[in-house]
């Protein structure tokens, strides 16, 4: 098992940024490499949506189009750490963010993703 731990949300004005952070650990603690890893949100009232994704070598990335430009994904697999800089926030990325590890090479879709963390509450305000 994987146990994934989301920090960093919080309330942030309009065009502000927020760094999200995302620790592995587990009994696949030292295979945590091998997974990609992908950040999802989910706004009340909408369907989860994946945000970024990134191979588990960090070089590959995916970004929605709705955050292309604004957001970037890293990872440090010696830190089993994932991260979301999120710059220029507008109201309508508020939602709670999710981090998940896929098995699956760049996995986009909810359903690819194996393990998932509790989630972390960020609000945009305009």
């Known amino acids: 098992q994987v146990q994934l731990v989301e920090s960093g949300g919080g309330l942030v004005q309009a065009g502000g940024s927020l760094r999200l952070s995302c620790v592995a650990s587990g009994r696949t603690y030292g295979a945590y490499s091998a997974y990609s890893m992908g950040w999802f949100r989910q706004a009340p009232g909408q369907e989860r949506e994946i945000v970024a994704a990134?191979?588990?070598?960090?070089?590959?990335?995916y970004f929605a189009d709705s955050v292309r430009g604004r957001f970037t994904i890293s990872r440090d697999n010696a830190k089993n750490t994932v991260y979301l800089q999120m710059n220029s926030l507008k109201s309508e990325d508020t939602a709670v963010y999710s981090c998940?590890?896929?098995?699956?090479?760049?996995?986009?879709?909810?359903?690819?993703?194996?393990?998932w963390g509790q989630g972390t509450q960020v609000t945009v305000s305009s």
């Open positions: 998940a590890a896929s098995r699956v090479v760049l996995a986009t879709t909810s359903s690819k993703y194996d393990y």
């Open positions: 990134i191979s588990w070598s960090g070089g590959r990335t």
